[in-house]
């Protein structure tokens, strides 16, 4: 007699715990139920973002590096699971590879980005890059991992906390990562990502005040009114490459600040 | 002339402070009854026009053009004409030789545009000439050096110009905001369409004689005078690759809601309600002329203004006195005049905004002090400002004033210090006194701002990046990172 598989219920992932949407509403895809997500649903999410973002941006780039190395370590002992989800096992291994070349940025992306300033006075100045604070980042729905992998290291790496909507019509992907990075040491809040309909929540986390940068990436056809809605606290808008791989991509979530003293005895 | 009158019960001050006249000569400036628009290397006659005025006496001028929307595309038209035939792909090393040109004609007339800009400005002679003229000059020195090393700016990617770039800029440094706009902007290859501010369209029309003697190609940089339609013009033509906006937060905020979906290249360098932190451990003195500095620095018209005085407890009553001490030797007036710390206020418009906020502040229950000081009676003014108790919700604790008007705050902790001054929406600078290194370092870390000045206020370089956090703006301007903002990446 074969034996019935227990089956899993596919939730949101907020602040570290897996709740189901506050709206109680589900939608099917991908032959299964996953929930949908609400406004309110993404103003929690905003809210756990941007409580986690100070530590983890303020933890040690070294220990960024690791924790993200640890993201991958924990892919890499499910890609049969993963493999199922998106295009297959060479997707899974992309996605892993990028997560391993994204955490060895973390320690190096001063030294690249910033610089000290040859000021024509008696001054000390430098320029470093900072986290912008709360990202928030529509995924792509070609390549449901590798393309939420790519927008997600990016804000990640250089400190960020990301709010994410997964994939409307592939998010099963997405909700597999969420248990991956429950395990990874990523602090709870640092990652959120919500499924549900894109068309219903884009439009609340750009005119969301307390989301710094969005990347609208596949916003097919809604870039004028979500940019709009950005515009009211002058968010930073990106148009994320789906499959883009460099420390640009990560410089798009970071801020410049310099810093200058006096020289003198 | 300005006097200070000594007010009854003040402290006694070492000796007579009256000052002999010091005015500097105006006859080094030929001004034009007319300007037209600068198009194509020619000067256009405009389809409407208006009197540019002296802020400090109200006289006019000269008549400039109030460029129409037509006006706008013939300029943009121009731009792209001269884009195309040759200035995008002439070798950077030529292009680099104009700006090094402009920077050193820029030095040889530096005189003539600092006693333009203070006409026009209003700012005192010491600063357009010890501050503007000399850094506007360094600008272009600074980017006509890159534009032969772009390829080494951005390791593993082929920087392009990106086309023709639209710049919005401010009156509170016009020729400096100019240089900081024209001159990445060239060094990148792009072709230039600016807009000087309403109030301030002089220097900017000065500048395109400083073009002629260096025999820049037509149509690289075209200058266009007029109000807030004119500037919309640009933001709407769709011929413009890349818009660079300096001014309000407001304003910034319409531009970026115009360009959305537009796909064109946006920067935006906002307005600022920065913090000034003074710990009880700093050197007093110093610090009290870094928040003069701070403040009253070109009448308070800085976006980054050191407006809200953040002082610890613990010295809170000797630096507020040493403070209005200090401000008492501050001396209001003529801006052409040498001696003159404080000029006139930009336009009459300004004028009512600072004394909408100053009235709305002794309404709400600040304690105003402002030393005694005999305002001429011509022109806009307003006498240097301290408010005492204030409160973090009062609007002149929260709002940009952008005249010379502080507000005194106070903390104990450096944890309350950092959370008041980073609860503000802007994020353009902020400054630290103390003399504990460990302390300064950890500020600057946590200080929401892209520019921190420690132990100092108010300082600029060509190549330090300068540009604000959240609604403060984004894109830097100055340093390697001020040229991505006119640069594309196919990638």
């Known amino acids: 007699m074969t034996r019935l598989p227990v089956k899993k219920t596919y939730k949101l992932f907020v602040g570290g715990a897996f709740p189901r949407s506050e709206s109680g509403r589900t939608y099917e895809a991908e032959g299964q139920n996953v929930a949908r997500a609400s406004r309110k649903d993404v103003r929690d999410a905003v809210r756990a973002a941007r409580a986690a973002q100070p530590a983890w941006g303020g933890a040690t780039a070294y220990n960024r590096g690791q924790v993200l190395y640890r993201l991958a370590e924990m892919v890499e002992s499910r890609v049969p699971e993963f493999a199922e989800l998106c295009g297959g096992r060479d997707e899974v291994e992309r996605a892993i590879d990028r997560v391993v070349w994204y955490a060895g940025w973390a320690d190096k992306l001063p030294q690249v980005l910033g610089g000290a300033n040859p000021v024509a006075g008696p001054y000390f100045n430098f320029t470093v890059p900072e986290p912008t604070g709360v990202v928030a980042v529509l995924a792509p729905d070609a390549s449901p991992l590798l393309g939420l992998v790519t927008r997600l290291l990016p804000p990640l790496v250089g400190g960020n906390a990301v709010v994410a909507v997964a994939s409307e019509t592939r998010p099963l992907a997405a909700i597999e990562l969420a248990e991956a990075i429950a395990t990874s040491d990523l602090p709870g809040g640092v990652v959120n990502l919500l499924t549900g309909f894109r068309s219903e929540l884009a439009p609340v986390l750009g005119a969301h005040m307390d989301v710094n940068a969005f990347d609208i990436g596949p916003s097919n056809g809604a870039a004028a009114e979500l940019e709009t809605l950005a515009a009211e606290n002058v968010k930073r808008v990106v148009h994320g490459n789906p499959d883009g791989q460099s420390p640009w991509e990560i410089a798009a979530y970071l801020e410049l600040k310099t810093v200058w003293h006096p020289i003198g005895q | ?491």
């Open chain 2, 1 to 491: 002339m300005a006097e200070l009158d000594r007010a009854a019960g003040s402290p006694a001050a070492p000796g007579d402070w009256t000052y002999a006249p010091a005015p500097e000569s105006r006859d080094i400036v030929h001004l034009r009854e007319r300007y037209g628009l600068f198009i194509g290397g020619r000067w256009v006659e405009p389809s409407e026009t208006y009197a540019t005025i002296s802020p400090s006496s109200e006289e006019p001028l000269a008549v400039v053009g109030q460029a129409s929307p037509a006006d706008v595309e013939r300029a943009v038209a121009a731009a792209r004409a001269a884009f195309a035939d040759g200035w995008s792909s002439l070798p950077g090393s030529e292009r680099a030789k104009y700006l090094f040109r402009i920077a050193r004609i820029l030095q040889e007339r530096a005189r003539e545009f600092a006693v333009l800009e203070s006409m026009n400005g209003g700012k005192p002679i010491k600063e357009s000439r010890d501050v503007d003229l000399p850094l506007a000059a360094a600008h272009f020195f600074y980017y006509a050096g890159w534009a032969d090393k772009l390829e080494y700016a951005f390791p593993n990617r082929t920087p392009k110009p990106v086309g023709v770039a639209g710049q919005i800029i401010p009156w509170n440094f016009p020729l400096l905001m100019l240089a900081w706009k024209v001159a990445p902007a060239l060094a990148c290859g792009n072709t230039v369409v600016l807009k000087p501010a309403e109030t301030t369209p002089l220097t900017a029309l000065l500048f395109c004689d400083v073009l002629r003697q260096a025999e820049l190609p037509a149509g690289v940089v075209n200058i266009v005078t007029g109000d807030g339609s004119t500037g919309a013009a640009i933001v709407d033509n769709p011929d413009v690759d890349k818009i660079a906006f300096t001014g309000s937060t407001e304003v910034g905020k319409a531009i970026q809601r115009r360009l959305a979906g537009s796909g064109k290249k946006l920067t935006l360098e906002l307005g600022g309600k920065a913090a000034n932190i003074v710990f009880d451990d700093c050197a007093l003195d110093q610090a009290v002329e870094g928040i003069v500095n701070g403040i009253y620095f070109n009448q308070g018209h800085v976006c980054c203004a050191g407006s809200r005085l953040f002082a610890q407890e613990s010295i809170y009553e000797p630096l507020v006195d040493k403070l209005k001490m200090r401000l008492e030797t501050l001396r209001v007036g003529d801006p052409l005049d040498k001696n003159t710390d404080v000029g006139a206020i930009n336009s009459a418009m300004q004028l009512d905004k600072i004394r909408e906020l100053v009235e709305s502040g002794r309404e709400e229950g600040a304690d105003i002090y402002q030393p005694p000081c005999r305002l001429p009676e011509k022109g806009y003014w307003f006498a240097p400002t301290v408010f005492t108790n204030v409160a973090q919700s009062y609007r002149i604790a929260q709002e940009e004033i952008f005249g010379p008007v502080l507000s005194v705050l106070t903390f104990r902790t450096p944890e309350e210090a950092l959370e008041k001054a980073n609860n503000t929406p802007y994020g353009l600078s902020a400054g630290v006194w103390t003399e504990k290194g460990s302390r300064i370092l950890w500020m600057a870390q946590r200080l929401r701002a892209g520019v921190v000045w420690a132990n100092t206020y108010n300082r600029f370089d060509p190549t330090s990046p300068f540009g604000g956090y959240k609604e403060s703006g984004f894109g830097r301007e100055g340093g390697l990172h001020g040229l991505e903002p006119y640069l594309r990446f196919d990638e």
